[in-house]
């Protein structure tokens, strides 16, 4: 009678410790960190850093590419009344005040090669071959420039689910440890290695998504710019093709 009752007595002192360790183990921000172990913080730290870079990319194509789509529409309209009254210093000088718009820069190329290209009153075709390759070649600097960053964001959005499972299965083997170190294990002894491993593949996710999200919709505008830059240079071409039969 008294060991059935020594061994009930224990029994509910074990499972008030588990209650109690259950109690212990905390889920906010600060108490999951202080959870973590050194592998699974460096895990958290790498998916800060690529956060930050990420959101870094996301501002930057976005004032960039806002600016280039402002002055274009601006610019678009002026050229080719400058272009109409075969102004061609005048449309110099509306592409010189538009240095963002993506537009202006090839433009500004051609215009330029066409100009100091010879000096004769006469439009040759080797003027007008030499204006396309310019043209070309500011396509490809634009093009260039407009993609900047763009890699680094398709770098984080492909990545960071998996530095983020690296957390979760840090977190497994932190669990596991704790069961094997614990006499009575209990949904206490784990909790903490569980919540670091989910923390870890959660805030993976939230880094990769945007990232993903934000890439596709800037490569949608990029493309989208080298539609206008083609169709732009085209229209220049046919100009100086219509200037050469004069």
């Not at 590419?65 to 601006?74: D, I, T």
């Not at 400058?82 to 190329?109: I, Y």
């Not at 934000?214 to 990029?222: A, C, E, P, Q």
């Amino acid at each position: 009678m008294i060991l059935a009752h020594y061994s009930h007595a224990t029994s509910h002192l074990a499972a008030l410790g588990m209650f109690q360790a259950q109690q212990t183990v905390g889920f906010s921000p600060m108490d999951l960190w202080h959870n973590m172990g050194w592998l699974a913080r460096g895990v958290v730290f790498v998916l800060f850093i690529m956060s930050i870079w990420s959101l870094a990319v996301m501002i930057d194509r976005w004032l960039y590419f806002s600016a280039a789509r402002k002055q274009s529409r601006e610019f678009a309209p002026r050229v080719a009344g400058a272009l109409r009254e075969g102004k061609l210093d005048e449309a110099v000088k509306v592409a010189d005040r538009n240095k963002k718009s993506h537009l202006a820069e090839v433009v500004t190329a051609g215009l330029q090669e066409f100009r100091n290209y010879g000096g004769g009153s006469t439009v040759t075709p080797e003027q007008i071959e030499s204006s396309k390759r310019a043209l070309e070649r500011a396509e490809a600097i634009v093009h260039a420039k407009l993609k900047r960053g763009l890699g680094g964001l398709a770098t984080i959005g492909s990545t960071a689910p998996f530095v983020g499972l690296f957390g979760t299965v840090a977190g497994i083997l932190k669990a596991f440890q704790e069961i094997a170190t614990m006499k009575t294990p209990g949904i206490g002894a784990v909790a903490s290695g569980i919540s670091e491993a989910l923390v870890t593949t959660a805030f993976g996710l939230l880094v990769a998504v945007p990232a993903v999200w934000m890439f596709n919709y800037f490569t949608n505008k990029v493309e989208s710019f080298d539609v206008e830059m083609d169709n732009s240079s085209s229209e220049l071409i046919d100009y100086f093709i219509k200037q050469s039969r004069r």
